[in-house]
């Protein structure tokens, strides 16, 4: 069999869209269907290099994956691996990829065309003010992302979560993310990430996500 040239794939859409579900299904196919060596990757702030974890999706498909704080932690994890088990993974899969800083653009291309691997990520285009998500410690954003010109794209968005006053829920669909901090919309300048807040996200379709002066 010929091996395929390295591909990217990207799994977009807004929190609670299912991203997580389908890069496992994607991951778990193209094992069972190449037999490629794998690794998945999550990012987090404060892991120690190279825990293990489980990603869990809202519907109860797990996967073990490895935690990992920035990009440079990932390759050298995908590095020490390879020399373990004298292999080569073909296959990396990142879920939540926005969280990485701006250098995983460059490894991603390095992977893809020099290294022919098939990197498949998962990640929010927009932030909760509806600007391109920004990379950590870098001007790069999701945007330099899709610019690496992606071989597939997936984009899928939740359902409204806006509480009507008959108590039910909206549930139209909903291509914005509310961040509120407590019971408040968080303001326009809030810090992406914000440790330890009392935060909370709700998809919004666009009657009921509450927009910003500075976004009009
Ligand atoms: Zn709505």
Redesign the pocket.
């Known amino acids: 069999m010929i091996e395929p040239e390295g591909s990217l794939e990207l799994i977009l859409g807004t929190m609670f869209s299912g991203k997580s579900t389908k890069l496992i299904l994607r991951l778990k196919e193209i094992e069972h269907r190449t037999h490629y060596n794998f690794l998945l990757f999550k990012p987090t702030i404060d892991a120690r290099y190279g825990t293990k974890s489980q990603i869990q999706t809202h519907d109860q498909l797990g996967m073990d994956c490895v935690m990992i704080n920035n990009s440079s932690e990932l390759s050298k994890y995908l590095h020490s691996k390879e020399k373990e088990i004298n292999k080569k993974i073909k296959v990396i899969g990142i879920d939540e990829i926005q969280f990485l800083d701006g250098k995983i653009l460059d490894y991603c291309k390095k992977w893809i065309k020099n290294e022919e691997r098939i990197v498949i990520a998962s990640g929010l285009l927009y932030d909760f003010r509806n600007k391109f998500f920004k990379f950590k410690n870098s001007r790069k954003t999701m945007i330099d992302l899709l610019n690496l010109v992606p071989d597939k794209v997936d984009y899928g968005v939740a359902s409204?979560q806006?509480e009507e006053e008959n108590g039910l829920l909206?549930k139209?669909p909903?291509p914005m993310t509310q961040r509120f901090i407590g019971d408040n919309v968080a303001s326009y300048n809030d810090e992406l990430i914000k440790v330890g807040a009392d935060e909370l996200y709700k998809p919004?379709?666009r009657?009921?996500y509450k927009y910003y002066k500075e976004n009009k």
Do not use: N, R, V, W
């Open positions: 409204c806006y909206c139209k909903a919004m379709c009657e009921h």
